[in-house]
């Protein structure tokens, strides 16, 4: 597509993330893309997430954040008569979202709405698993459809959330898709791998916020049992998130060696050498939609250790082929970490596999799923092509889709 027939197009999202600002870049290859965000950073996350914007991303002004209803802010019609977009896609089915579809509509923009599967808990960091259901809440389930069944299409992030679009919120087959997440995993992938023999130095990582679903303290418990008999283990752990203080004091009152917090890293540029250092991710969620922790440590090569528990995994992680499963407890973590500790030969020849597994998720890949679907919305004569698509895959993050120039393995799709 030329310069001058790009479709423009619009991404909305709550703040600035780095790897969404990375994938704006990408995105220019098929669009004439802008990301535009309600906040440049939440205290939720660490100052070195605050990147460059460039040209093609920008923070609204005037924004206003409550509990009730999220984010909204006046600027954004400001920016939509401005920048006049051919497609905006929305992250997240919030009250201001809706007003925004049903203005872009009446403008003929088409919409898409992305999403990731909606929890039935009082707060994001909530360890509870339960997602909302009708059963459970018609009126929610039922108030979604209503005030955004006019999507030209729904971005699900992964088949759990395609599912719970369709069956729970009522949401037509043909209108829904399962998509890949942006993520930022290039230098990730330059990564060598993992050549260990038995009594080397082995680190393990707990990439993940220090939160209650996440369970740092069972990974605490399980690397304290795990230094008693092998010493040359160590543990580098995230330093956000609300259970942080609890995870000093485990340290202190156990006398837990060897555990580091990741207070160094001073710019995301920093962040996949965390991934370069350390050998073996540990999550023992109670809940997950397939963090992209687990991504980053697939594409540096590193040992995987997760429970059960993580979703929208099947694509990237086969157990017992590149990673090891377990339940959410500390004794079953530590018996699968042992698993590698005891024969580290495993780490190169999972972390050769994870890599293959996860190269469909770079950016330019990423891109192209997302051009093969969007752009036939608004073509002439063509826009019914991405419902057609859904309609027969459902899944276009499979490795098959038609027009992705990737190449798949034999395992289920994510």
């Not at 920016?79 to 997240?92: E, K, S, T, W, Y």
């Not at 729970?168 to 990730?188: K, M, N, T, W």
């Not at 393990?204 to 304290?224: D, K």
Request: aromatic share 10%; glycine share 4%; charged share 25%.
């Amino acid at each position: 597509m030329t310069e001058m027939t790009k479709q423009r197009l619009v991404f909305l999202s709550n703040i600035a993330a780095p790897y969404q600002v990375k994938f704006c870049e990408s995105l220019q290859t098929h669009f004439d893309a802008e990301f535009w965000f309600y906040e440049r950073l939440t205290d939720r996350r660490p100052a070195w997430w605050k990147v460059p914007l460039g040209s093609r991303c920008r923070v609204m002004r005037h924004t206003i954040y409550s509990r009730r209803t999220n984010y909204f802010s006046f600027d954004v019609l400001t920016q939509l008569i401005r920048f006049r977009p051919d497609v905006l896609l929305l992250a997240g089915f919030t009250p201001f979202h809706a007003i925004i579809l049903h203005i872009a509509k009446w403008f003929g923009i088409r919409v898409v709405v992305m999403s990731e599967p909606i929890r039935n808990v009082t707060s994001e960091d909530c360890g509870e698993s339960v997602l909302l259901s009708k059963a459970d809440a018609p009126r929610k389930t039922n108030g979604i459809y209503r005030l955004f069944k006019r999507a030209d299409l729904l971005f699900g992030m992964g088949n759990v959330a395609r599912k719970q679009f369709i069956e729970e919120f009522g949401f037509l087959e043909r209108q829904v898709v399962s998509v890949p997440y942006p993520i930022d995993i290039e230098a990730h992938m330059q990564h060598p791998l993992r050549q260990k023999r038995r009594g080397d130095p082995i680190r393990l990582l707990f990439a993940n916020r220090l939160i209650e679903r996440y369970q740092p303290l069972v990974a605490l418990e399980a690397y304290s049992r795990l230094k008693e008999e092998y010493p040359h283990l160590s543990l580098s752990m995230n330093q956000e998130g609300h259970l942080a203080e609890a995870c000093r004091r485990y340290i202190e009152d156990h006398d837990v060696q060897d555990v580091t917090f990741l207070d160094d890293i001073q710019s995301w540029e920093d962040l996949h050498r965390v991934y370069h250092t350390s050998d073996i991710l540990v999550l023992p969620a109670t809940y997950s939609n397939g963090n992209l922790t687990i991504i980053e440590a697939c594409a540096s090569g590193m040992g995987i250790v997760v429970s059960h528990e993580v979703d929208n995994v099947d694509r990237h992680l086969h157990e017992g082929i590149n990673c090891y499963k377990c339940e959410p407890t500390a004794s079953a973590l530590a018996a699968q970490v042992r698993r590698y500790v005891d024969d580290p030969e495993r780490l190169t020849d999972h972390g050769r596999l994870s890599k293959q597994y996860v190269s469909h998720r770079l950016n330019e890949n990423t891109a192209k799923v997302y051009a093969d679907l969007v752009q036939p919305l608004t073509r002439k004569g063509d826009a019914h092509h991405a419902e057609a698509h859904v309609a027969r895959r459902g899944d276009a993050s499979n490795p098959r889709h038609p027009k992705s120039k990737r190449t798949g393995d034999f395992h289920n799709p994510l």
